[in-house]
T-cell receptor, first 117, second 111 residues
Framework: GAVVSQHPSWVICKSGTSVKIECRSLDFQATTMFWYRQFPKQSLMLMAT?????????EQGVEKDKFLINHASLTLSTLTVTSAHPEDSSFYIC?????????????FGDGTRLSIL | AQRVTQPEKLLSVFKGAPVELKCNYSYSGSPELFWYVQYSRQRLQLLLRHISRESIKGFTADLNKGETSFHLKKPFAQEEDSAMYYC?????????????FGKGTLLTVNP
């Protein structure tokens, strides 16, 4: 149980285009989803916290107009990298917490490797 | 601000040897500590959390508030334990439950 699916797993696109990444909780409902960024050989850095039906909370230094997050349902959150540039190339990972129970842990997706040419 | 430190980027042991992956944290409140593991080409998985006080795959970790540590231990390492291990801290409770990760330790268990 507690499976989180991310799509696509890998995307290559030209500079200036926008890219949408989906994060779905397949067998549970998630009030809260999280988006992380991971640079090569570095740790996961939290970008934003996404709550169903409300605006995302961004971490300091993360441009909210650059990284648009939508959490329209209890099973889906999307991250759109707008007008992507080579410096946005990275590994993006989402996680989700179940609405049921207290202190539920985060369950992670497989990640999306984004390469901007 | 909370911080998680994993001092060893790489750790190499032989099969059957004890292993300890170090994790220290700094946080003024009452944190919740986790260990996550990432096997080769797989997603990040929860291994342990301190509130559960359980042993998973032979691993244990005890929260030492005096030393602000949450070291991961296993008495006899196996080759299949080779993976990337991340220590993480949460401020605990609340609806957001953010995690702060350490930089990770790559464990290699040699035959």
């Amino acid at each position: 149980g507690a499976v989180v699916s991310q799509h696509p797993s890998w995307v290559i696109c030209k500079s200036g285009t926008s890219v949408k990444i989906e994060c779905r909780s397949l067998d549970f409902q998630a009030t809260t989803m999280f988006w992380y960024r991971q640079f090569p050989k570095q740790s996961l850095m939290l970008m934003a916290t996404s709550n169903e039906g409300s605006k995302a909370t961004y971490e300091q230094g993360v441009e909210k107009d650059k990284f648009l997050i939508n959490h329209a349902s209890l099973t889906l959150s999307t991250l759109t990298v707008t007008s992507a540039h080579p410096e946005d190339s990275s590994f993006y990972i989402c996680s989700a917490r179940s609405v049921r129970g207290y202190n539920q842990p985060q369950h992670f997706g497989d990640g999306t490797r984004l390469s901007i040419l | 601000a909370q911080r998680v430190t994993q001092p060893e980027k790489l750790l190499s042991v032989f099969k059957g040897a004890p292993v300890e992956l170090k994790c220290n944290y700094s946080y003024s409140g009452s944190p919740e500590l986790f260990w996550y593991v990432q096997y080769s080409r797989q997603r990040l998985q929860l291994l342990l959390r301190h509130i559960s006080r359980e042993s998973i795959k032979g691993f244990t970790a005890d929260l030492n508030k005096g030393e602000t540590s949450f070291h991961l231990k296993k008495p006899f390492a196996q080759e299949e334990d080779s993976a990337m291990y991340y220590c993480a801290l949460s401020e605990g409770g609340g609806s957001n439950y953010k995690l702060t990760f350490g930089k990770g330790t790559l464990l290699t268990v040699n035959p």
